[in-house]
């Protein structure tokens, strides 16, 4: 068995043939192995739920060992490793640092306690760098929690497009009618993809403390940012490298996948239990954590802004703030929007007097004011749905 204590790591890796389906992970430290004749080998093992680590040829062959069939197979089904991060390209290596923003004394105390959470799951660590971008807090709506953002406009500047990995959101207008469906939600999709250790100075930000009484401590990520303009598309290849041998596994379903929503559709309930379990098993074998009670297996299903029901497929009902007073209602106004837009027929080109407000001075709090342009695309939504 793998020792409890030796460190492992997530990667992007599938393995099929024994026990079936599994997602691997391997050591964080090389490991030097003694074979027959005392012949030393030295790796990094992969590892599944299984008795026995996986050491691999590569380790045979520093052995001088073969492994042979005599009645070879006329089908073999082996094990695929991926990449375990997607690296950034930088257009310049310049520092960035924006200072922080103040916070009031509610705001600091709950960015400290958000900060010691994340901490303690690994998705930050302790260390400094010539780069800082700010970070404030947001009360989630209706509740008594807060949700931590990091203001990565600058760091967005200096980062190569990687583009879209898909033109446009799916469609579940397309699905097969009288099928079976269930969606389900992917928890904090980003906090579980790893950003490369090359990229992570470029992320720092730092925590300041009242009235300045010691000095300010730093934290990069290690997981994927949220505001980073190429977190979309590296979380969109990351979860579909996840899926794609459900996919190989389960032909006769249809998955449907976008960010950090999965939408299953089979002809009948057995096979689309079947392919739920698959789908379950390998996000949660990557590490990825889902909420039984955001599985949606009953109609309306909600999925990508849309409301499906047995016959039919409407946006759901949206409440759009229409008189944004500060910047952080401009920025929840733009979001709402954005994430209808393509079933209102309101193109980019539409959003862009909106987007523009978002310019200028950074802080949320900071007043904002339509124009008459920017109004337009507001009053074409708010027509849709009535």
């Known amino acids: 068995m793998w020792p409890s204590y ?18 691997v992970k391997i050591s964080k430290n090389i490991v030097q192995v003694e074979g027959l004749d005392g012949k030393l080998a030295s790796g990094h ?22 492994l042979l069939s005599l009645k070879p197979p006329r089908i073999f089904r082996g094990g695929h490793c991926g990449a375990p991060y997607s690296k950034l390209t930088w257009l310049d290596d310049t ?6 923003w103040p916070l009031s004394k509610e705001k600091l105390k709950a960015l400290k306690e958000l900060i010691e959470e994340q901490f303690a799951k690994g998705h930050i660590e302790k260390t400094t760098s010539p780069w800082n971008s700010p ?32 033109p446009g959101m799916n469609s579940p207008t397309m699905l097969p009618r009288n099928w079976q469906l269930v969606v389900l939600d992917i928890k904090d999709c980003f906090f579980q993809i790893p950003l490369h250790p090359e990229d992570a100075p470029w992320f720092e930000y730092s925590v300041p403390t009242i009235n300045r009484e010691a000095p300010m401590k730093c934290y990069p990520w290690k997981v994927l940012p949220q505001g980073m303009k190429c977190s979309p598309s590296i979380c969109q290849g990351y979860v579909a490298s996840l ?29 689309l239990q079947h392919t739920l379990d698959l789908v379950v098993k390998v996000l949660t ?19 990508l802004g849309l409301e499906i029901t047995a016959r039919t497929v409407v946006p759901q009902k949206l409440e759009i703030k229409s008189d944004p007073k500060t910047l952080a209602d401009l920025h929840s106004l733009c979001g709402s929007l954005n994430w209808v837009r393509p079933w209102l027929s309101i193109t980019n ?38």
């Open 6 to 23: 030796w460190d492992l790591k997530p990667i992007a890796s599938k393995l099929q043939a024994i026990g079936g389906l599994q997602l």
């Open 45 to 66: 093992p992969f590892v599944i739920d299984y008795k026995a680590p996986l050491w691999g040829r590569d380790t045979m062959s520093q052995w001088g060992s073969n």
């Open 95 to 100: 520092p960035v640092w924006v200072n922080q």
């Open 135 to 166: 970070v404030f807090v947001i009360k989630k709506p209706g509740k008594d929690k807060w949700r931590l953002l990091h203001d990565l406009w600058e760091i967005s500047k200096v980062i190569e497009d990687m583009g879209s990995l898909q």
């Open 243 to 271: 899926l794609s041998p459900v996919h190989a596994e389960r032909r006769e379903a249809i998955i449907l996948h976008y960010t950090d929503d999965v939408l299953m559709c089979a002809p009948n309930d057995t096979i």
């Open 285 to 303: 074998s990557a590490g990825f954590h889902l909420q039984e009670d955001k599985v949606q297996r009953v109609p309306p299903w909600k999925y």
């Open 349 to 386: 080109k539409d959003l862009d007097p909106l987007k523009n407000l978002l310019r200028g001075e950074r802080e949320l709090i900071s007043p904002r004011e339509l124009t008459p342009e920017a109004k337009t695309p507001i009053k074409k939504a708010q027509k849709s749905f009535n």
